[in-house]
Protein backbone atom coordinates (compact mmCIF):
# COMPACT_ATOMS: atom_id res chain seq x y z
CA UNK A 1 0.00 0.00 0.00
CA UNK A 2 1.67 3.75 -0.95
CA UNK A 3 1.29 5.95 1.42
CA UNK A 4 1.93 9.51 1.02
CA UNK A 5 3.84 11.01 3.40
CA UNK A 6 4.79 15.29 3.85
CA UNK A 7 6.53 17.06 1.12
CA UNK A 8 9.81 17.08 1.87
CA UNK A 9 9.70 21.09 1.79
CA UNK A 10 7.38 21.01 4.79
CA UNK A 11 8.95 20.94 8.23
CA UNK A 12 9.40 16.40 7.83
CA UNK A 13 8.99 16.42 11.75
CA UNK A 14 5.46 17.17 12.24
CA UNK A 15 4.05 14.22 14.05
CA UNK A 16 0.33 14.75 13.36
CA UNK A 17 1.07 15.02 9.85
CA UNK A 18 3.23 11.65 9.77
CA UNK A 19 0.41 9.99 12.02
CA UNK A 20 -2.25 10.98 9.51
CA UNK A 21 -0.28 9.37 6.88
CA UNK A 22 0.75 6.69 8.25
CA UNK A 23 -1.35 5.77 11.21
CA UNK A 24 -0.59 6.37 14.67
CA UNK A 25 1.26 2.40 15.11
CA UNK A 26 2.88 2.83 11.92
CA UNK A 27 4.14 6.42 12.71
CA UNK A 28 5.40 5.12 16.14
CA UNK A 29 7.79 2.69 13.65
CA UNK A 30 8.73 4.98 11.34
CA UNK A 31 9.79 7.32 13.76
CA UNK A 32 12.04 5.67 16.63
CA UNK A 33 13.25 9.20 17.87
CA UNK A 34 10.08 11.38 19.00
CA UNK A 35 10.59 11.63 22.71
CA UNK A 36 13.89 11.33 24.64
CA UNK A 37 14.19 7.82 26.81
CA UNK A 38 12.25 7.84 30.50
CA UNK A 39 14.11 9.55 32.98
CA UNK A 40 15.63 7.69 36.09
CA UNK A 41 17.18 5.17 37.22
CA UNK A 42 17.02 1.88 36.00
CA UNK A 43 18.20 -1.85 36.32
CA UNK A 44 18.13 -2.65 32.69
CA UNK A 45 19.33 -1.74 29.47
CA UNK A 46 16.68 -0.29 27.22
CA UNK A 47 17.51 -3.21 24.54
CA UNK A 48 17.07 -5.31 27.93
CA UNK A 49 14.35 -3.83 28.64
CA UNK A 50 12.97 -4.39 24.81
CA UNK A 51 14.08 -7.92 25.25
CA UNK A 52 11.72 -8.96 28.38
CA UNK A 53 8.75 -6.76 27.01
CA UNK A 54 8.97 -9.92 23.89
CA UNK A 55 6.91 -12.91 23.90
CA UNK A 56 8.16 -16.52 23.72
CA UNK A 57 6.70 -15.87 19.84
CA UNK A 58 8.44 -12.63 19.48
CA UNK A 59 11.99 -14.40 20.84
CA UNK A 60 11.74 -17.06 18.51
CA UNK A 61 11.19 -14.97 15.64
CA UNK A 62 14.15 -12.15 16.04
CA UNK A 63 16.96 -13.38 18.58
CA UNK A 64 19.35 -15.09 16.37
CA UNK A 65 22.25 -16.89 17.63
CA UNK A 66 25.51 -15.02 18.70
CA UNK A 67 27.19 -16.87 15.19
CA UNK A 68 24.61 -16.41 12.91
CA UNK A 69 26.17 -14.63 9.82
CA UNK A 70 24.10 -11.80 9.51
CA UNK A 71 26.28 -10.75 12.36
CA UNK A 72 28.83 -9.60 10.13
CA UNK A 73 26.36 -8.72 7.44
CA UNK A 74 25.86 -4.80 6.44
CA UNK A 75 23.79 -3.39 2.98
CA UNK A 76 22.22 -0.28 2.49
CA UNK A 77 18.78 -1.41 2.31
CA UNK A 78 18.47 -5.37 4.84
CA UNK A 79 15.89 -5.82 7.34
CA UNK A 80 17.63 -8.63 9.82
CA UNK A 81 14.00 -9.96 10.33
CA UNK A 82 12.43 -9.45 6.96
CA UNK A 83 8.54 -10.53 7.87
CA UNK A 84 9.00 -9.00 11.62
CA UNK A 85 8.31 -5.24 10.64
CA UNK A 86 8.35 -2.94 13.71
CA UNK A 87 4.69 -1.82 12.76
CA UNK A 88 3.00 -5.05 12.70
CA UNK A 89 5.18 -7.37 14.88
CA UNK A 90 5.09 -5.24 18.03
CA UNK A 91 3.02 -4.00 20.63
CA UNK A 92 2.78 0.18 20.86
CA UNK A 93 4.70 -0.25 23.86
CA UNK A 94 7.22 -2.22 22.47
CA UNK A 95 7.78 0.10 19.34
CA UNK A 96 7.91 2.66 21.65
CA UNK A 97 11.00 1.38 23.50
CA UNK A 98 12.56 0.78 20.02
CA UNK A 99 11.97 4.33 19.56
CA UNK A 100 13.95 5.10 22.46
CA UNK A 101 16.87 2.53 21.38
CA UNK A 102 17.63 3.85 17.87
CA UNK A 103 17.73 7.66 19.59
CA UNK A 104 19.55 6.84 22.44
CA UNK A 105 22.04 5.84 19.71
CA UNK A 106 22.34 9.51 18.24
CA UNK A 107 23.85 12.40 19.52
CA UNK A 108 21.42 14.73 21.15
CA UNK A 109 22.14 17.27 18.80
CA UNK A 110 21.24 15.15 15.50
CA UNK A 111 18.21 12.77 16.76
CA UNK A 112 15.56 14.69 14.67
CA UNK A 113 17.43 14.52 11.77
CA UNK A 114 17.92 10.62 12.30
CA UNK A 115 14.74 10.05 12.92
CA UNK A 116 13.88 12.30 10.03
CA UNK A 117 16.41 10.17 7.81
CA UNK A 118 14.91 6.81 8.55
CA UNK A 119 11.31 8.52 7.87
CA UNK A 120 11.99 9.68 4.57
CA UNK A 121 13.28 6.47 3.34
CA UNK A 122 10.30 4.88 3.98
CA UNK A 123 9.48 6.65 0.80
CA UNK A 124 5.98 6.61 1.48
CA UNK A 125 6.16 3.20 1.61
CA UNK A 126 5.06 1.06 4.63
CA UNK A 127 6.50 -1.98 3.59
CA UNK A 128 9.91 -0.25 4.35
CA UNK A 129 9.55 0.20 7.89
CA UNK A 130 12.46 -1.27 9.65
CA UNK A 131 12.86 -4.11 11.69
CA UNK A 132 15.22 -5.48 14.44
CA UNK A 133 16.70 -8.41 16.29
CA UNK A 134 18.94 -9.61 18.77
CA UNK A 135 22.16 -11.86 18.47
CA UNK A 136 22.63 -13.93 21.97
CA UNK A 137 20.66 -13.19 25.20
CA UNK A 138 21.41 -11.33 27.74
CA UNK A 139 23.28 -14.49 29.30
CA UNK A 140 25.90 -13.70 26.59
CA UNK A 141 28.14 -10.87 27.29
CA UNK A 142 28.37 -10.03 23.66
CA UNK A 143 24.63 -9.37 23.44
CA UNK A 144 23.93 -7.23 20.59
CA UNK A 145 20.92 -5.31 19.16
CA UNK A 146 20.29 -4.46 15.75
CA UNK A 147 18.21 -2.22 13.61
CA UNK A 148 17.86 -2.24 9.80
CA UNK A 149 15.81 -0.95 7.27
CA UNK A 150 16.14 1.91 3.98
CA UNK A 151 19.65 3.23 4.61
CA UNK A 152 20.04 2.07 8.06
CA UNK A 153 22.02 -0.46 10.36
CA UNK A 154 22.54 0.77 13.55
CA UNK A 155 24.06 -1.93 16.49
CA UNK A 156 24.89 -1.85 20.44
CA UNK A 157 25.83 -3.71 23.09
CA UNK A 158 22.75 -4.42 24.37
CA UNK A 159 23.73 -5.12 28.08
CA UNK A 160 24.54 -1.51 28.62
CA UNK A 161 23.15 2.40 27.51
CA UNK A 162 26.83 3.37 27.66
CA UNK A 163 27.75 2.98 24.03
CA UNK A 164 30.86 0.34 23.60
CA UNK A 165 31.83 1.02 19.90
CA UNK A 166 28.79 0.19 17.87
CA UNK A 167 28.77 -3.21 19.10
CA UNK A 168 31.92 -4.10 16.90
CA UNK A 169 30.57 -4.74 13.70
CA UNK A 170 29.74 -2.75 10.70
CA UNK A 171 27.07 -0.04 10.68
CA UNK A 172 25.52 1.84 7.58
CA UNK A 173 24.16 5.34 7.03
CA UNK A 174 22.66 6.77 4.57
CA UNK A 175 20.39 9.49 2.83
CA UNK A 176 18.63 11.01 -0.34
CA UNK A 177 17.61 14.07 0.77
CA UNK A 178 15.65 15.85 -1.99
CA UNK A 179 16.77 13.72 -5.61
CA UNK A 180 18.47 10.07 -6.29
CA UNK A 181 21.07 12.21 -7.58
CA UNK A 182 22.07 15.05 -5.55
CA UNK A 183 24.05 17.86 -6.11
CA UNK A 184 27.37 19.07 -5.65
CA UNK A 185 26.35 20.59 -2.20
CA UNK A 186 23.73 17.23 -1.19
CA UNK A 187 21.67 20.04 0.06
CA UNK A 188 19.60 18.88 3.22
CA UNK A 189 21.62 15.47 3.49
CA UNK A 190 21.77 14.87 7.14
CA UNK A 191 25.73 13.05 6.44
CA UNK A 192 26.98 15.45 4.54
CA UNK A 193 28.56 17.35 6.89
CA UNK A 194 30.94 14.35 7.24
CA UNK A 195 32.00 14.98 3.78
CA UNK A 196 32.83 19.04 4.64
CA UNK A 197 34.64 18.04 7.57
CA UNK A 198 37.06 15.04 5.66
CA UNK A 199 37.29 17.90 3.01
CA UNK A 200 38.33 20.48 5.77
CA UNK A 201 41.32 17.96 7.12
CA UNK A 202 42.27 17.37 3.03
CA UNK A 203 42.49 21.09 2.61
CA UNK A 204 45.49 21.63 5.50
CA UNK A 205 47.72 18.92 3.51
CA UNK A 206 50.10 19.92 1.69
CA UNK A 207 50.39 19.59 -1.97
CA UNK A 208 52.48 16.32 -2.49
CA UNK A 209 50.36 15.13 0.69
CA UNK A 210 47.04 15.65 -1.45
CA UNK A 211 48.33 13.80 -4.23
CA UNK A 212 48.97 11.15 -2.74
CA UNK A 213 45.53 10.97 -1.41
CA UNK A 214 43.81 11.52 -4.48
CA UNK A 215 44.24 8.39 -6.37
CA UNK A 216 43.74 7.62 -10.17
CA UNK A 217 41.73 4.30 -9.27
CA UNK A 218 37.80 3.62 -8.20
CA UNK A 219 36.77 3.14 -4.69
CA UNK A 220 35.49 0.57 -2.86
CA UNK A 221 32.48 -1.99 -4.87
CA UNK A 222 29.19 -1.74 -2.30
CA UNK A 223 28.94 -5.49 -2.28
CA UNK A 224 27.62 -6.63 1.04
CA UNK A 225 30.54 -9.35 0.57
CA UNK A 226 33.31 -7.36 0.12
CA UNK A 227 32.77 -3.39 1.02
CA UNK A 228 33.91 -3.55 4.88
CA UNK A 229 36.57 -6.21 3.87
CA UNK A 230 39.74 -5.54 5.59
CA UNK A 231 43.02 -5.41 3.81
CA UNK A 232 46.65 -6.04 4.51
CA UNK A 233 48.22 -5.07 1.45
CA UNK A 234 47.42 -2.96 -1.66
CA UNK A 235 45.89 0.07 0.52
CA UNK A 236 45.28 3.24 -1.95
CA UNK A 237 46.44 6.73 -0.83
CA UNK A 238 48.40 8.69 1.83
CA UNK A 239 49.44 6.69 4.60
CA UNK A 240 48.94 8.00 8.35
CA UNK A 241 52.37 7.10 8.94
CA UNK A 242 53.32 10.13 6.58
CA UNK A 243 51.73 12.38 7.95
CA UNK A 244 53.63 14.46 10.90
CA UNK A 245 52.00 14.43 14.35
CA UNK A 246 49.98 17.13 14.11
CA UNK A 247 48.72 16.01 10.93
CA UNK A 248 47.98 12.71 12.55
CA UNK A 249 46.36 14.41 15.55
CA UNK A 250 44.18 16.33 13.00
CA UNK A 251 43.26 12.90 11.71
CA UNK A 252 42.38 11.78 14.80
CA UNK A 253 40.08 14.52 15.43
CA UNK A 254 38.75 14.72 11.96
CA UNK A 255 37.38 11.12 12.43
CA UNK A 256 35.70 11.96 15.76
CA UNK A 257 34.24 15.26 14.26
CA UNK A 258 32.82 12.91 11.41
CA UNK A 259 31.31 10.57 14.28
CA UNK A 260 29.49 13.12 15.68
CA UNK A 261 26.16 12.23 15.19
CA UNK A 262 26.44 9.02 16.79
CA UNK A 263 26.41 8.41 20.46
CA UNK A 264 29.38 9.78 22.90
CA UNK A 265 30.14 6.62 24.10
CA UNK A 266 30.17 5.16 20.81
CA UNK A 267 32.25 7.30 19.62
CA UNK A 268 34.71 7.48 22.94
CA UNK A 269 35.01 3.52 22.64
CA UNK A 270 35.99 3.76 18.96
CA UNK A 271 38.39 6.77 19.04
CA UNK A 272 40.31 5.31 22.26
CA UNK A 273 40.50 1.73 20.23
CA UNK A 274 42.30 3.58 17.44
CA UNK A 275 44.32 5.41 20.03
CA UNK A 276 45.07 2.63 22.04
CA UNK A 277 46.01 0.43 19.31
CA UNK A 278 48.37 3.39 17.91
CA UNK A 279 46.20 2.83 14.29
CA UNK A 280 46.91 5.95 12.64
CA UNK A 281 50.33 5.03 11.74
CA UNK A 282 48.36 2.22 9.77
CA UNK A 283 45.23 4.06 8.37
CA UNK A 284 45.38 5.17 4.44
CA UNK A 285 43.33 7.79 3.41
CA UNK A 286 42.50 8.56 0.07
CA UNK A 287 39.32 10.33 -2.57
CA UNK A 288 38.13 10.17 -5.94
CA UNK A 289 37.54 12.41 -8.80
CA UNK A 290 36.07 11.96 -12.30
CA UNK A 291 32.45 10.52 -12.22
CA UNK A 292 33.22 9.99 -8.03
CA UNK A 293 33.21 14.27 -7.60
CA UNK A 294 30.00 15.73 -8.33
CA UNK A 295 30.45 19.03 -9.95
CA UNK A 296 34.09 18.69 -11.05
CA UNK A 297 34.89 21.02 -7.87
CA UNK A 298 37.44 18.97 -6.01
CA UNK A 299 35.05 19.22 -2.97
CA UNK A 300 35.48 15.25 -2.50
CA UNK A 301 32.12 13.59 -2.45
CA UNK A 302 33.62 9.79 -2.21
CA UNK A 303 36.74 9.27 0.43
CA UNK A 304 38.06 6.34 1.94
CA UNK A 305 39.84 5.94 5.79
CA UNK A 306 41.25 2.59 5.97
CA UNK A 307 43.48 -0.24 7.44
CA UNK A 308 44.35 -3.42 8.42
CA UNK A 309 41.28 -3.26 11.25
CA UNK A 310 39.17 -0.42 10.04
CA UNK A 311 37.25 -0.26 6.90
CA UNK A 312 35.64 3.44 6.68
CA UNK A 313 33.89 4.23 3.24
CA UNK A 314 31.63 7.44 2.70
CA UNK A 315 30.57 7.54 -0.99
CA UNK A 316 28.81 10.65 -2.09
CA UNK A 317 27.38 9.84 -5.78
CA UNK A 318 24.98 9.47 -6.49
CA UNK A 319 23.84 10.29 -3.22
CA UNK A 320 25.64 9.11 0.38
CA UNK A 321 26.32 6.23 1.57
CA UNK A 322 28.46 5.23 4.75
CA UNK A 323 29.63 1.90 6.17
CA UNK A 324 32.07 2.18 9.22
CA UNK A 325 33.90 -1.12 10.53
CA UNK A 326 36.03 -1.32 13.63
CA UNK A 327 35.92 -4.06 16.10
CA UNK A 328 36.32 -1.48 19.06
Not at 100 to 112: G, T, V
Not at 239 to 252: E, I, P, T, V, Y
Request: overall charge neutral; some cysteine.
Amino acid sequence: MSILLPPFNQNPLSRRGVIRALGATAAFAAWPGLRSASGGETKDSLPVQFYKSLTEEQRGKICLPLDHPKRAFVSNWWYICPEQRLNTFYTPEQQDLVKQIFESLHHPDHREKMTWQVQKDLMGNIKNTPSVGFFGTPSDPDFEFLYTGHHVTRRSHALTDAGQGFGGRPIFYGNFAKAFRETKDHEGNPFWYQGMIFNEFYSALDGKQQEKALVGREPRKENPATVIEKRTTDLPGLCGADLSKDQQAKLLDTMRRMLGCFREGDVAATIKTIEDKKMVDRLFVSCYGGSFDIGDDKVWDTWQIEGPEMVWYFRGVPHIHGYFHLAA
